[in-house]
C-alpha cells in the first residue's frame, strides 16, 4: 500500500487566492513526521513545512499552513496569497520510527498560479 | 552557508556504460541519502548513510549499483552498466542526523539519460 497518496496531479489557483493541496497518508506507528516540500522546475527540493504525529497544533510557517487530521490521516498543505512564484511540484512527505526514519514521498501536485 | 552540492548536472551515456555521481553534504550533517525520481514521481530512496556506515540499502540494486561515503562526509553514486530504466533523476539530500522530524536538505540532482 502507498504510504503516501497525493491525489490532485494538477492545481490552478489565481493569483492572491488560497489553495489547498491534499496528501493522506498510511501507517500504523504512533510516531511519525509529516513534510512537504516544493521542487520548482530547476529540480530542487525545497522544505517547506513539518508536521509530528504528536503535535497538537496544527503548524505554520509564513504563508504555509498544514491542516493536520490525524483520524483522517491527512496532512493538507494550504497555501495563503497564492503568488507567481509558487508555481511548482509539491511533494508530501513521512519519515516514521518503524521504518528507520527514511522519507516516504507522494507523487506529487503540479501547481500552477495564474496571473 | 553552502547548500547541497551535487555533480554533474547532467550526463547522457549509452547503455552498458558506467557513470558516477558524486555528492558534497552539507557541512556538519551525519546523514546522507541517495534518492531516484523517476519523471512524474516522487523520490525513492536508493540508500541512506550515517556518517560512513550504510544503514539502509534495502532498495540499492547491488547487481549494477554501488554507493560509498568515505571518512562521512561526500558520496559517489555508481552505475554499472547503465540501463535504458535508469535514466531518471538522482538526488542527494543530508540533514543534520536521522531524527524524526529533521528535515532532510536536497541538492538540485543530477539528470541521467540513457540512450
Known amino acids: 500500500a502507498q504510504k503516501i497518496t497525493q491525489t490532485q496531479p494538477g492545481m490552478f489557483v489565481q493569483e492572491k487566492e488560497a489553495v489547498t493541496l491534499d496528501c493522506t497518508y498510511d501507517?500504523?506507528?504512533?510516531?511519525?513526521?509529516l513534510f512537504w516540500y516544493k521542487q520548482p522546475s530547476s529540480g530542487e527540493m525545497i522544505f517547506l513545512i513539518y508536521?509530528?504525529?504528536?503535535?497538537?497544533q496544527n503548524a505554520t510557517e509564513g504563508r504555509y499552513s498544514l491542516n493536520f487530521q490525524k483520524a483522517r490521516k491527512s496532512a493538507n498543505l494550504v497555501i495563503s496569497a497564492s503568488q507567481l512564484g509558487d508555481s511548482a511540484m509539491y511533494f508530501c512527505?513521512?519519515?516514521?520510527?518503524?521504518?528507520?526514519?527514511?522519507?516516504?514521498f507522494g507523487t506529487g501536485t503540479s501547481l500552477t498560479v495564474i496571473p | 552557508e553552502a547548500g547541497v552540492v551535487q555533480s554533474p548536472r547532467y550526463k547522457i551515456i549509452e547503455k552498458k556504460q558506467p557513470v558516477a555521481f558524486w555528492c558534497n553534504p552539507i557541512?556538519?550533517?551525519?546523514?546522507l541519502y541517495w534518492y531516484r525520481q523517476n519523471l512524474g514521481q516522487g523520490p525513492e530512496l536508493l540508500i541512506r548513510?550515517?556518517?560512513?556506515?550504510?544503514?539502509?540499502d534495502s532498495q540499492l540494486p547491488k547487481d549494477r549499483f554501488s554507493a560509498e561515503r568515505l571518512k562521512g562526509v561526500d558520496s559517489t553514486l555508481k552505475i554499472q552498466p547503465a540501463e535504458l530504466g535508469d535514466s531518471a533523476v538522482y538526488l542527494c539530500?543530508?540533514?543534520?542526523?536521522?531524527?524524526?522530524?529533521?528535515?532532510?536538505?536536497f541538492g538540485q540532482g543530477t539528470r541521467l539519460t540513457v540512450v
Open positions: 557541512s556538519g550533517h551525519n546523514t
Open positions: 548513510y550515517e556518517n560512513e556506515e550504510a544503514v539502509d
Open positions: 508536521q509530528g504525529s504528536y503535535d497538537q
Open positions: 512527505a513521512m519519515r516514521e520510527d518503524f521504518t528507520g526514519n527514511q522519507f516516504y
Open positions: 501507517t500504523s506507528d504512533p510516531s511519525y513526521g
Open positions: 539530500a543530508s540533514s543534520l542526523d536521522g531524527g524524526l522530524n529533521t528535515e532532510a536538505f
